[in-house]
């Protein structure tokens, strides 16, 4: 059986989807690598929604991912902005997707982050910042969960300079209860954090970075670095105080990331990691086993495709996952909270449903290949 993509010219070419998918099975625990997937929500797409309210969840579907990603060995990043905080999941659903994920985390096992930002003020002074930052870390804390301390575009706007990210910062970890992951997410994924830790010179910005870290190290259990610049992130793992784990976030690149060289390796907190999730775990329980190249053999071929999913305006990249999750059958429909699924054209789908295909990402290719078909037929492509 054949099926016809549309191209990036305007006209149709002819693929033929694989037969079998690749055999990913659940294996032991990762022993040399802590592996976070950032996990998406599935809309619900009953409700009667409009993409300015607030979101409406499948809650059962949303567990069963997390399920799944967790049935494989990967700790769940909940909340995030894979899960479209800041694009459609106010604080009211992400503390309800927190509480709920973090007791379904405790009831099997998994582990589990949660994101803590600031996203139920949409702007503020800085003691407002403060106040919103510490309301989201005690229901983080309460559910049971690690925290992530989030890039907060209320910050951003409230913060004068480099002083202030120090000042609030050190406000939040010297109050946590845990150790924290510090998340620096760029502005190609979130364009209002231009110009975070109170600069737009990136090599000014990692200072100030790492001068909050040194000051608490104690307190930062890691950093995740979402900045798609492999050099910057090998010069920040390089440069932190012993202990403090670095968790690449950069979907370009992680296959040597996590590899890692003479001097160190990243840890993993990938978005790219919900649709590769059992590939991913299979990956890393090779490495697991000293063999740097067969880790390499399985997960450099799975760059094309997340570089295709993240390309231009990155901040979409929630819509091919979500794609790929329902041709592989982890959800009955492509709804996203927002209408989210319009924000990439039908050649993207058609060039992701191919490239997820050859490598042997859908359990059933047939129904991956049906569900293509659909999707094709609604925008007029005839098979």
């Known amino acids: 059986m054949t099926i016809r993509l549309p191209d990036f010219q305007g006209g149709l070419r002819t693929y033929e989807p694989r037969a079998e998918p690749l055999a990913l099975t659940p294996g032991a625990p990762f022993t040399s690598r802590t592996v976070f997937s950032a996990a998406h929500v599935v809309a619900d797409p009953y409700a009667d929604t409009s993409p300015d309210a607030p979101a409406a969840v499948d809650w059962d579907a949303t567990l069963a991912f997390r399920r799944h990603l967790w049935s494989h060995g990967l700790g769940v990043a909940e909340a995030m902005d894979t899960a479209q905080r800041g694009m459609g999941l106010d604080w009211a659903g992400a503390a309800e997707l927190i509480r709920r994920s973090a007791a379904e985390a405790k009831a099997v096992g998994g582990r589990i982050a949660c994101g803590v930002g600031t996203d139920q003020i949409a702007a503020g002074a800085l003691a407002e910042v403060r106040a919103a930052y510490e309301e989201q870390l005690a229901v983080v804390e309460e559910s049971g969960a690690q925290a992530i301390l989030m890039a907060s575009r209320a910050l951003t706007a409230a913060a004068k300079g480099p002083e ?147 390309q231009t305006p990155t901040r979409f990249y929630k819509t091919g996952v979500v794609f790929l999750a329902w041709l592989a059958g982890h959800q009955t429909h492509f709804t996203m909270v927002g209408g989210l699924q319009s924000a990439r054209s039908l050649p993207h789908f058609a060039r992701a449903y191919e490239l997820a295909d050859g490598l042997g990402l859908f359990p059933d290719p047939k129904l991956a290949e049906e569900r293509m078909k659909n999707l094709l037929a609604l925008y007029g492509v005839a098979q």
């Open 164 to 310: 202030d990210y120090l000042e609030v910062y050190g406000h939040l970890l010297r109050q946590a209860a845990e150790p924290v992951v510090l998340h620096w997410l760029g502005p190609m994924f979130d364009p209002a954090l231009d110009g975070y830790w109170g600069s737009s010179d990136l090599d000014t910005a990692t200072d100030t970075f790492l001068e909050v870290i040194a000051a608490h190290p104690d307190k930062v259990d890691g950093i995740k670095v979402s900045l798609l610049d492999a050099g910057r992130e090998i010069d920040i793992r390089r440069r932190l105080p012993q202990g403090v784990r670095c968790y690449t976030g950069d979907d370009f690149n992680y296959p040597e990331l996590i590899a890692g060289d003479e001097q160190g390796f990243s840890h993993a907190l990938l978005g790219i990691f919900d649709p590769l999730g059992p590939l991913a775990a299979q990956a890393v329980r090779v490495l697991d086993t000293g063999d740097v190249a067969g880790f390499r053999a399985l997960l450099d071929p799975t760059v094309e495709l997340s570089r295709h999913l993240f």
